[in-house]
């Protein structure tokens, strides 16, 4: 969530004009350059950060009890390590104990001054280090292999303690290249012999360390910095600033997709609704790209690819094509890969407007009942094109199609807000009026401790009927306060993953240059900051942030996994609460809760697709919790070949018992006004002519339309057992009172 923050703007311009920002470090020409940057966004984030006051000097900054205790410099450092070096290999513990003995006393006193000899000093270490490595790492790429020994490495060290000395390094990358040579011999897809793949990997991640400028080099150390308060505040370049620009005007030509670096591959943070990728349905969020093609071309490996440039192979021009080797989320062996081609469009706002369907159902008692299906993608709001007249927004979108599934005669209402990032706080204000009314919907505290109450003047309910609102780990922000405040009112049941995201901060966007000393001109090249200003909290007191919204029924889902959501990332702001605001509160959910969740349990039970939601889970979590691949061919092999046996059984058990769509008739802003509304049909995915004849496609991945969504279904019976039990109660009433 980002606001415009004037008062903030010019309370730290007046803070930051009367610092000192002095001293210059010894390269005179890059200190032009970041020196001043550098000083000014410390101060910003000291003075203008929600945490305020942090000073970086801080000895005890406050943290979660799951995290060590470490002043603020260490902590900036050991982000900066970790940006750096996140497999833990290149730099050893000798590095990381000399850097945090030698900067962490004086770093906050040196950034403030402008000297920034510890971030250059660090890297021009980190750059050796690489330099050194990537010479062994072919030397051990090209020594004969035979995958038949017992051991195994680690999957994931971002929590592993760096090696002790060099000699521990070179075990650690004996066996990490060894992983590597064995995961490109069983890719299914290879791009050259395993021994070439990897040494040009590594000569093209050196290749990318060398090219890094003293500004690049600044940028991460800032980054570092910004993140050490929150994950959500963060310095950006003005080529980020750009990608940022162009990610929000929603009309990037590409396939619709979020990527941030994680582990040296791109990672896919989300899928934008409507554009190519979201219409594909095989890309999902932490996915990760191993190798890019154009069109036929030949695909090119990008692990360890700067991200810029993982971005620049995939846009492209509109109607050209694109082919992406993807190790999905949920794989188990990184050799893994799938093959999605995708078709770059221009991804528009249009396409994440708000959508509806009205589904006739049949309850458990065999009668017929219309439930409404309203999908928001985001909380968007944007004037017209000349900025006068009507405005576009959710809440107005949303009103239309709901009215319309009134005139059809609809007897329930779930919202999804799966995968729902968030958007407009004013938006998902006002939606929440159209189902509570007036009243206050959500409240906010800023680094002073001040809290505000943002109320909604509604006036009446505009739907009354009763509400499922489906959500999982990757509704965020506004659309957690959306679902918050209807389960606060008690107007709604919340059904989904164990709990939301979890992003209960606001961030504001500040221009650097604005806040420099007056007598400096870089500042038109100084990058901006993001920077978290407020925390977020329901109307009954507790924060969504770090915990998100707790769902009222639990359905088993692939996205419900810990390693998605605020507490999976860096320094994420705790957990709080605030006094609570009386509300008036709804019967609609509390006196059935209970009910409906031993029918929902019942169900989920008896559902093959939930099962095998389960099983993929705890296979999943189990793998995590291991954190160990096995070095062994054959050991691997067996268990790719238990993988495509789980698939095939299950593919055919779908064939046996298939699941029967209700019929469903669309309501957008395209056919809400039609006197009738036109038949959902299932959109199943061109078969391709690659299809037939190229090895690289799959047939998982290509049969994806025909899965049914087992989430859905259930949130259907849901709201069936939801609005009869609500009607038996009513018509009880009716008989007593008479």
Request: aromatic share 6%; net charge negative.
């Given at each position: 969530?980002?606001l415009?923050?004037k008062?903030?703007?010019?309370?730290l311009?007046?803070?930051?004009?009367?610092?000192?920002?002095?001293?210059?470090?010894?390269?005179?020409?890059?200190?032009?350059?970041?020196?001043?940057?550098?000083?000014?966004?410390?101060?910003?984030?000291?003075?203008?950060?929600?945490?305020?006051p942090?000073a970086?000097?801080?000895?005890?900054?406050?943290?979660?009890e799951?995290?060590?205790?470490?002043?603020?410099?260490?902590?900036?450092?050991?982000?900066?390590?970790?940006?750096?070096?996140?497999?833990?290999?290149?730099?050893?513990k000798?590095?990381?104990?000399?850097?945090?003995q030698?900067?962490?006393?004086?770093?906050?006193?040196?950034?403030?001054?402008?000297?920034?000899?510890?971030?250059?000093?660090?890297?021009?270490?980190f750059?050796?280090?690489?330099?050194?490595?990537v010479?062994?790492?072919?030397?051990?790429a090209?020594?004969?292999?035979?995958?038949?020994s017992?051991?195994s490495?680690?999957?994931?060290?971002?929590?592993?303690?760096?090696?002790?000395?060099?000699?521990?390094?070179?075990?650690?990358?004996?066996?990490?290249?060894?992983?590597?040579?064995?995961?490109?011999?069983?890719?299914?897809?290879?791009?050259?012999?395993?021994?070439?793949?990897?040494?040009?990997?590594?000569?093209?991640?050196?290749?990318?360390?060398?090219?890094?400028?003293?500004?690049?080099?600044?940028?991460?150390?800032?980054?570092?910095?910004?993140?050490?308060?929150?994950?959500?505040?963060?310095?950006?370049?003005?080529?980020?600033?750009?990608n940022?620009?162009?990610?929000m005007?929603?009309?990037?030509?590409?396939?619709?997709?979020?990527?941030?670096?994680?582990?040296?591959?791109?990672?896919?943070?989300?899928?934008?609704?409507?554009?190519?990728?979201?219409?594909?349905?095989?890309?999902?969020?932490?996915?990760?790209?191993?190798?890019?093609?154009?069109?036929?071309?030949?695909?090119?490996?990008?692990?360890?690819?700067?991200?810029?440039?993982?971005?620049?192979?995939?846009?492209?021009?509109?109607?050209s094509?694109?082919?992406?080797?993807?190790?999905?989320?949920?794989?188990?062996?990184?050799?893994?890969?799938?093959?999605?081609?995708?078709?770059?469009?221009?991804?528009?706002?249009?396409?994440?407007e708000?959508?509806?369907?009205?589904?006739?159902s049949?309850n458990?008692?065999?009668?017929?009942?219309?439930?409404?299906?309203?999908?928001?993608?985001?909380?968007?709001?944007?004037?017209?094109?000349?900025?006068?007249?009507?405005?576009?927004s959710?809440?107005?979108?949303?009103?239309?199609?709901v009215?319309?599934?009134?005139k059809?005669?609809?007897?329930?209402?779930?919202?999804?807000?799966?995968?729902?990032?968030?958007?407009?706080?004013?938006?998902?204000?006002?939606?929440?009026?159209?189902?509570?009314?007036?009243?206050?919907?959500?409240?906010?505290?800023?680094?002073n401790?001040?809290?505000?109450?943002?109320?909604?003047?509604?006036?009446?309910?505009f739907?009354?009927?009763?509400?499922?609102?489906?959500?999982?780990?990757?509704?965020a922000?506004?659309?957690?306060?959306f679902?918050?405040?209807?389960?606060?009112?008690?107007?709604?049941?919340?059904?989904?993953?164990?709990?939301?995201?979890?992003?209960?901060?606001?961030?504001?966007?500040?221009?650097?240059?604005?806040?420099?000393?007056?007598?400096?001109?870089?500042?038109?090249?100084?990058?901006?900051?993001?920077?978290?200003?407020?925390?977020?909290?329901?109307?009954?007191?507790?924060?969504?942030?770090?915990?998100?919204?707790?769902?009222?029924?639990?359905?088993?889902?692939p996205?419900?996994?810990?390693e998605?959501?605020?507490?999976?990332?860096?320094?994420?702001?705790?957990?709080?609460?605030?006094?609570?605001?009386?509300?008036?509160?709804?019967?609609?959910?509390?006196?059935?809760?209970?009910?409906?969740?031993?029918?929902?349990?019942?169900?989920?039970?008896?559902?093959?697709?939930?099962?095998?939601?389960?099983?993929?889970?705890?296979?999943?979590?189990?793998?995590?919790?291991?954190?160990?691949?096995?070095?062994?061919?054959?050991?691997?092999?067996?268990?790719?070949?238990?993988?495509?046996?789980?698939?095939?059984?299950?593919?055919?058990e779908?064939?046996?018992?298939?699941?029967?769509?209700?019929?469903?008739?669309?309501?957008?802003?395209?056919?809400?006004?039609?006197?009738?509304?036109?038949?959902?049909?299932?959109?199943?995915?061109?078969?391709?002519?690659?299809?037939?004849?190229?090895?690289?496609?799959?047939e998982?991945?290509?049969?994806?339309?025909?899965?049914?969504?087992?989430?859905?279904?259930?949130?259907?019976?849901?709201?069936?057992d939801?609005?009869?039990?609500?009607?038996?109660?009513?018509?009880?009433?009716?008989?007593?009172?008479?």
């Amino acid at each position: 969530m980002i606001l415009s923050t004037k008062m903030l703007s010019l309370l730290l311009l007046l803070l930051l004009v009367s610092s000192r920002i002095g001293a210059s470090p010894t390269n005179e020409t890059a200190s032009r350059d970041m020196a001043p940057v550098a000083a000014t966004v410390a101060r910003m984030l000291e003075q203008g950060h929600y945490l305020h006051p942090l000073a970086l000097s801080e000895k005890n900054p406050p943290r979660l009890e799951s995290e060590p205790p470490e002043t603020m410099s260490e902590r900036v450092l050991r982000n900066y390590f970790n940006i750096l070096d996140y497999t833990h290999l290149y730099f050893t513990k000798g590095d990381i104990d000399e850097f945090i003995q030698r900067f962490s006393p004086t770093l906050a006193s040196d950034i403030l001054h402008g000297d920034l000899r510890a971030p250059r000093e660090i890297f021009s270490r980190f750059r050796q280090r690489v330099e050194d490595r990537v010479v062994k790492n072919k030397e051990l790429a090209a020594a004969p292999h035979d995958f038949s020994s017992s051991k195994s490495v680690e999957i994931d060290r971002k929590k592993a303690p760096w090696p002790s000395d060099l000699q521990e390094s070179d075990r650690l990358w004996s066996d990490r290249i060894e992983a590597e040579l064995l995961q490109e011999n069983l890719n299914e897809h290879p791009l050259n012999p395993p021994t070439k793949v990897v040494g040009k990997r590594y000569d093209q991640f050196l290749k990318s360390i060398n090219e890094q400028s003293d500004e690049d080099v600044i940028k991460t150390f800032l980054v570092a910095l910004s993140q050490s308060y929150d994950p959500h505040s963060e310095y950006m370049s003005p080529s980020d600033m750009e990608n940022f620009n162009i990610q929000m005007r929603l009309s990037l030509v590409g396939i619709g997709a979020v990527l941030r670096t994680d582990d040296g591959y791109a990672k896919i943070v989300e899928v934008v609704p409507g554009g190519p990728a979201d219409k594909d349905g095989r890309l999902k969020p932490n996915d990760r790209i191993a190798a890019v093609a154009q069109g036929k071309e030949s695909f090119e490996d990008v692990v360890d690819m700067k991200l810029d440039k993982v971005v620049e192979k995939i846009r492209g021009a509109k109607g050209s094509l694109v082919r992406i080797q993807v190790i999905p989320a949920n794989a188990t062996d990184p050799s893994k890969r799938h093959v999605i081609e995708i078709t770059r469009e221009e991804v528009k706002l249009k396409e994440s407007e708000a959508k509806g369907e009205v589904i006739d159902s049949i309850n458990p008692e065999g009668k017929n009942v219309k439930i409404g299906w309203l999908t928001i993608p985001s909380f968007y709001a944007e004037m017209d094109k000349h900025g006068e007249g009507d405005s576009k927004s959710t809440t107005k979108d949303v009103r239309r199609i709901v009215e319309r599934m009134k005139k059809e005669g609809i007897e329930g209402l779930v919202i999804d807000l799966r995968r729902d990032g968030g958007g407009s706080l004013e938006e998902a204000i006002n939606l929440t009026g159209l189902f509570v009314g007036s009243g206050p919907v959500v409240q906010a505290k800023d680094a002073n401790g001040k809290v505000t109450v943002a109320k909604d003047g509604e006036g009446d309910p505009f739907y009354t009927g009763p509400v499922v609102v489906l959500a999982n780990r990757l509704s965020a922000s506004a659309s957690e306060i959306f679902a918050a405040a209807l389960q606060d009112y008690g107007r709604a049941v919340i059904v989904g993953d164990q709990r939301s995201f979890g992003k209960g901060t606001v961030q504001t966007l500040l221009d650097v240059g604005k806040f420099m000393p007056l007598f400096h001109d870089e500042g038109s090249k100084a990058g901006s900051l993001k920077l978290t200003i407020q925390k977020f909290y329901r109307v009954s007191g507790g924060s969504t942030q770090h915990r998100g919204v707790l769902s009222d029924i639990v359905l088993p889902s692939p996205t419900d996994t810990p390693e998605i959501g605020e507490s999976s990332l860096p320094n994420p702001l705790a957990y709080d609460e605030v006094d609570p605001q009386p509300v008036n509160k709804f019967t609609f959910a509390s006196p059935f809760l209970e009910t409906l969740k031993q029918r929902s349990a019942d169900r989920v039970s008896k559902d093959s697709e939930f099962r095998y939601i389960t099983e993929d889970m705890k296979r999943f979590r189990e793998k995590l919790d291991l954190n160990q691949l096995s070095l062994n061919e054959n050991v691997r092999k067996e268990e790719l070949a238990q993988e495509k046996t789980r698939k095939e059984e299950r593919k055919k058990e779908r064939k046996l018992h298939p699941v029967e769509e209700p019929a469903a008739y669309e309501v957008t802003l395209d056919t809400v006004d039609k006197p009738t509304l036109p038949k959902v049909t299932l959109k199943k995915k061109p078969i391709r002519e690659k299809q037939a004849k190229d090895p690289d496609a799959e047939e998982d991945d290509a049969d994806v339309s025909k899965t049914s969504d087992p989430i859905r279904h259930e949130a259907i019976n849901i709201i069936q057992d939801l609005t009869a039990d609500i009607h038996k109660l009513r018509t009880a009433k009716t008989a007593q009172g008479g």
